[in-house]
């Protein structure tokens, strides 16, 4: 059945909606060893519904720069499912932003969504406009360019998007601002906000902090180890990257690098937090090489100089590695690299930046390896919280959100290894996320009829 669902996908699907495929085979092959377990995932075509999006929107955003020239981007929110609750997911601004790409994310979301036991639906959307290089107004015009086309299809009870890559704080404040200036509805509709104005603490943080309370129960849990004083690798430097980064060192690990789409820095003495941020938080994009110099001792290396279409952050040895940047960014050569040099656990931040075959191969030999949808899901738990806030007019302090955090990432990892356990799985934390998530969304699916 499973074959049957994926060729027809592939049919009627794009050949250039790889990802998109890639999240569905991985899914769908985890599902293997319960779509017959209940003769109910049949009659309500349960598998051929998940894996078509509700609705794909498409518009236009036409917007000005500073030197009043026009621009034309491309704007989507593909609305995946809705079974669980209202759709949410973040807004990626890339120029890699493509229907398939947000497909495959939003498609991911409905499991994370799941995994956390929140009632949320799965969601993406976003633009191949790219913000690097654009001025402050720019940025602000092409927001309130983005929400005037999309403003019609969210709603604090159908539809919260977030932030992701591109998309953090300021331009979720000019997003709100411009939904608020056209519907005067100061509804909880994105989630992400600035404090000032119905943000919730912690959100900036939650993700990364939420990868390394995962890891950490998985190393003691799995393996009677924790981080302290370990050497750890993490890519990225953007706001996941950051707060993995931070936590890992509260935690007392050691951690060596960080990367963009430059390139890699590797610092011996720890990554200096302070520093990465002065160049890389809230938006600013300035490039790794000032990193280099103002420290001389750490090594840059350009990602075009590294042979193989690898990553040098993977060749570095570690106790635990953390992708944190983008999808397909750790390859089977990079695993083998991880492997040989004694890795014990690759923690995902970002979604989806292992490619299956390195999966595979991690898992063969014995290496932890946590899916983003399970591992950075906190980001989207305290989107939920923040929604929670929103509607009964609280405000939570940082030690509460933290702790819920806390909690919820604890409950996400036994929640995986119970159910890959039951299924005769151990330790296989994808099939865990993937049958555990998919229980709880086919139920929903089939008590709400079709
Ligand atoms: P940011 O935009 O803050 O940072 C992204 C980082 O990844 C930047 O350092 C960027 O470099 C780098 N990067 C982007 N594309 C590439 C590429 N093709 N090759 C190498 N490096 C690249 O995004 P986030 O930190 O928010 O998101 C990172 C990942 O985490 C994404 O997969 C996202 O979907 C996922 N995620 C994010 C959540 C959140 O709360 N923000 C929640 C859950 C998952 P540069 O600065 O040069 O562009």
């Not at 509700?54 to 621009?71: A, C």
């Not at 902090?209 to 180890?225: H, I, N």
């Not at 390139?263 to 600013?284: H, M, N, P, V």
């Not at 991690?362 to 806030?389: D, I």
Request: proline share 4%; hydrophobic share 40%; with cysteine.
């Amino acid at each position: 059945m499973v074959e049957k669902i994926l060729a027809n996908l592939e049919k009627s699907n794009c050949a250039t909606d790889t990802t998109f495929i890639q999240a569905v085979s991985e899914v769908l092959h985890s599902l293997e060893p319960i779509v017959n377990s209940d003769p109910r995932y049949d009659t309500y075509a349960i598998l051929e519904r998940l894996v078509t999006p509700d609705r794909v929107i498409q518009f236009k955003v036409q917007w000005v720069d500073d030197s009043n020239r026009v621009h034309v981007n491309n704007g989507y929110r593909i609305q995946f499912n809705n079974s669980l609750g209202p759709y949410k997911g973040g807004l990626r601004f890339h120029p890699s932003v493509s229907i398939g790409v947000l497909k495959f994310l939003a498609f991911e979301q409905i499991f994370k969504n799941s995994l956390t036991g929140l009632p949320i639906g799965g969601a993406k959307g976003g633009s191949d406009f790219d913000p690097k290089g654009k001025s402050d107004f720019e940025i602000m015009k092409f927001c309130r360019a983005f929400m005037r086309e999309l403003h019609p299809y969210i709603g604090a009870r159908i539809d919260v998007p977030a932030g992701d890559i591109g998309v953090g704080a300021r331009e979720i404040g000019y997003l709100f601002g411009e939904y608020k200036h056209i519907t005067r509805n100061y509804d909880g509709v994105l989630s992400g906000k600035p404090y000032a104005f119905g943000g919730s603490l912690m959100r900036p943080q939650a993700t990364g902090f939420g990868v390394v309370y995962f890891a950490r129960e998985m190393l003691k849990e799995e393996l009677q180890e924790s981080l302290e004083g370990k050497i750890c690798t993490v890519s990225g430097a953007g706001n996941v990257a950051i707060h993995t980064i931070e936590k890992l060192q509260q935690f007392g690990a050691i951690v060596i690098t960080c990367s963009d789409s430059e390139g890699t820095i590797y610092d011996s003495r720890g990554i200096d937090l302070q520093l990465l941020k002065s160049l890389k938080d809230e938006g600013k994009r300035l490039s790794l090489e000032n990193y280099k110099a103002a420290i001389p001792s750490a090594v840059y290396t350009k990602k075009a100089d590294y042979p193989n279409g690898g990553h040098s952050v993977w060749s570095f040895p570690c106790f635990a590695a953390f992708p944190c940047a983008t999808q397909n960014e750790l390859n089977e050569s990079d695993a083998k690299k991880l492997i040989e040099n004694g890795c014990v656990a690759v923690v995902e931040g970002a979604n989806m930046p292992t490619e299956t075959n390195a999966i595979e191969l991690l898992q063969r030999e014995g290496v932890l390896f946590s899916p983003g949808k399970a591992s950075n899901a906190g980001g989207v738990a305290v989107s939920e919280f923040e929604m929670s806030q929103n509607a009964s007019m609280e405000k939570w302090d940082f030690d509460k959100v933290d702790r819920k955090l806390d909690e919820l990432m604890r409950q996400i990892y036994k929640r995986v290894a119970l159910t890959a356990k039951e299924y005769g799985r151990e330790r296989n934390f994808v099939d865990g996320a993937n049958i555990a998530a998919f229980k709880r969304v086919a139920e929903a699916m089939i008590l709400e009829g079709v």
